[in-house]
């Protein structure tokens, strides 16, 4: 379980611009949590104080009950997955490697048989098998991206934190990523809370909708409450379209009047 | 590459047994159990073919993980402050506490080079420098200014002499090697620690998802590194270039997934710095020359090599 309880952040020394003003909510269990906003909404210093990465200015957040300050650093990695919204490319190393990072929480870095298939089978989800012994920086930049995910999958955690993890990724590879990210919830019962940029995706794909706006939650709720052309707007301030398509919800952002 | 680096290993350790200024240390000799030619080898040769293994093995680890964690393959002990600092240091316990067992020196220039690595780093992390090449360079300035303060402080107190005989590297120095033992200690660690290393090199956020204690780790690796450069100075003095070309040549193999790298490095600057001290005997034979002198010599070139190859690189890309 993770709660979010009373949560405020800034990057300001003294706290005068908060980026995230009391926020309040707690993850839906074996559910995709889409979370959605303009840019610089706050969604990723969100994700980020949820991953304890960044520390909180007040509020907490609790995983299972305990407050994530307290949680030891290798017991979180064992919970929580993060893949940030840019990944550093400071070093050389293959697939492989970075998948094999994926297992370190479990076996710091020597690999029994189970980590060995962990990281096989996290290759063949993200359909890397064929690129393993390849280097990060001789691939495109979806098979990168493709590569980090695989190494959030290896990690095998209860929670997966993705911030945009369809970035770079073409329209073949977004719908696989979320039909894979389905799977990781219906067939493993992972918890998964994603940035998506595309509410179409986040309509599609999400059990649940988290909308921000300066900092705040401003609506949330399943897709068909929240794919509504009045909540849309107070998220977005833009109008979009909204047509139903196969008894869903459709968004159209194209000024075709 | 492997079975080549080990290959080269044993030949050369092997060589590295046979010569020296008193002949007849040979295979025909110790079979036939000549005392003098035992002697010579448990005495003098052995000591000093394991602190050119211990120490060049050592120095190369120092400078891998000195670029894991600035992030800059510009980076080794010599361009952070931490070999200057380490000569201050043992500077420092001349002085205070006159002619002292290499263990205490050892110390002293450990504690000082440990102080300067970390203040170094501290700084260069706030100034949030973009260009790498910069980083180097600051360092290198740094440790200049530890050097004159420690070449102004030795002429304060008639330490002169002291300095100079340490300011080149020599595996020829009796006495001292005793003190390159200490180096296995940090090889060790730097092993068990290798992915750590690797890991952080992608980040602090990156090292904490996956469970490392970004600090920690860097504190142990700037330790380790201090160690490393501490206790090989006061055995053989500095041996410049090695922390830095031999990681570059390694990495450039293997990628920077230190578990991968990390043995074949040792063997590898262990070969380089044998081929080395191997020439520096030959060439004046029966004197030697300076290990220093001819590591600066080989590993000058190759690393001008290694940059001139890495720029026409990096232009050939730019305009494709
Ligand atoms: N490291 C930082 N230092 C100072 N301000 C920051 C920092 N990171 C983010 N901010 C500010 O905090 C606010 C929220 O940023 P955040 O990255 O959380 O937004 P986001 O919702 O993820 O946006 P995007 O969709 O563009 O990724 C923004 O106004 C941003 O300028
Ligand atoms: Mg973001």
């Known amino acids: 379980m993770i709660e979010v309880k009373n949560v405020s952040q800034s990057y300001n020394r003294h706290g005068q611009r908060k980026t995230l003003e009391d926020i309040n909510f707690s993850v839906r269990e074996h559910t995709i949590t889409a979370l959605v906003g303009a840019n610089g909404a706050g969604k990723s210093t969100l994700l980020g104080v949820m991953a304890n990465l960044l520390p909180a200015l007040s509020g907490s957040v609790l995983l299972d009950g305990t407050d994530v300050r307290r949680v030891k650093t290798n017991a979180m990695a064992k919970k929580v997955a993060f893949l940030k919204q840019t990944q550093l490319l400071s070093i050389r190393v293959t697939v492989n490697d970075l998948v094999e990072f994926g297992r370190f929480p479990h076996c710091a870095g020597r690999l029994t048989q189970l980590d060995r298939d962990k990281v096989s089978q996290a290759l063949e989800y993200m359909n890397l098998t064929e690129l393993r012994e390849r280097y990060l920086d001789e691939l495109s930049g979806g098979q990168r991206q493709r590569a980090f995910i695989a190494m959030i999958l290896a990690q095998d955690t209860p929670y997966i934190f993705l911030d945009e993890p369809l970035n770079n990724l073409d329209v073949k590879y977004s719908v696989e990523m979320m039909k894979i990210v389905q799977r990781l919830v219906s067939e493993l019962n992972k918890t998964v809370v994603m940035v998506l940029h595309d509410i179409n995706f986040a309509a599609a794909y999400a059990g649940y909708i988290v909308a921000m706006k300066d900092g705040r939650i401003i609506r949330e709720g399943v897709p068909e409450e929240m794919i509504t052309r009045e909540t849309l707007r107070a998220v977005f301030d833009f109008d979009f379209r909204i047509e139903k398509y196969g008894g869903k919800n459709v968004c159209l952002y194209f000024d075709n009047e | ?320």
Do not use: H, W
């Open chain 2, 1 to 320: 590459m492997r079975i080549l680096i080990i290959a080269l290993f044993v030949v050369l350790v092997a060589l590295s047994l046979m010569i020296g200024s008193l002949g007849g240390v040979t295979p025909k000799a110790l079979l036939a159990g000549d005392e003098t030619a035992l002697r010579v080898l448990l005495y003098s040769r052995i000591p000093r073919t394991a602190a050119i293994i211990l120490s060049a093995a050592g120095l190369s680890v120092a400078g891998l993980i000195m670029q894991a964690i600035s992030r800059n393959k510009f980076m080794s002990p010599a361009t952070s402050g931490t070999t200057d600092a380490a000569a201050f240091g043992l500077l420092m316990s001349f002085i205070f506490l006159s002619k002292q067992s290499g263990i205490v020196q050892t110390l002293f220039a450990f504690v000082f080079a440990l102080v300067a690595t970390l203040l170094f780093t501290s700084v260069i992390n706030r100034l949030k420098l973009r260009e790498v090449v910069y980083i180097p360079l600051l360092g290198m300035m740094y440790g200049g200014l530890i050097s004159a303060l420690t070449t102004a402080v030795a002429y304060r107190f008639d330490a002169m002499q002291m300095m100079a005989s340490i300011g080149l590297g020599s595996f020829a120095r009796l006495g001292n090697f005793a003190i390159v033992y200490i180096v296995v200690a940090p090889l060790i660690l730097s092993v068990m620690y290798a992915s750590k290393f690797s890991i952080i090199g992608l980040g602090e956020d990156f090292a904490k998802n996956l469970g490392v204690r970004y600090r920690r780790v860097v504190f142990l690796g700037l330790a380790v590194i201090s160690l490393i450069s501490a206790a090989t100075f006061v055995a053989v003095g500095p041996l410049p270039f090695i922390g830095l070309i031999i990681p570059n040549m390694a990495t450039s193999f293997y990628g920077d997934n230190l578990k991968k790298s990390i043995i074949d490095l040792m063997l590898f600057g262990a070969d380089f710095v044998l081929v080395c001290d191997i020439l520096s005997r030959l060439i004046i034979y029966p004197f030697e020359m300076s290990v220093s002198l001819t590591v600066s010599i080989i590993g000058g070139v190759i690393f001008m090599i290694y940059l001139l190859r890495g720029m026409y690189g990096n232009r050939k890309q730019k305009t494709v």
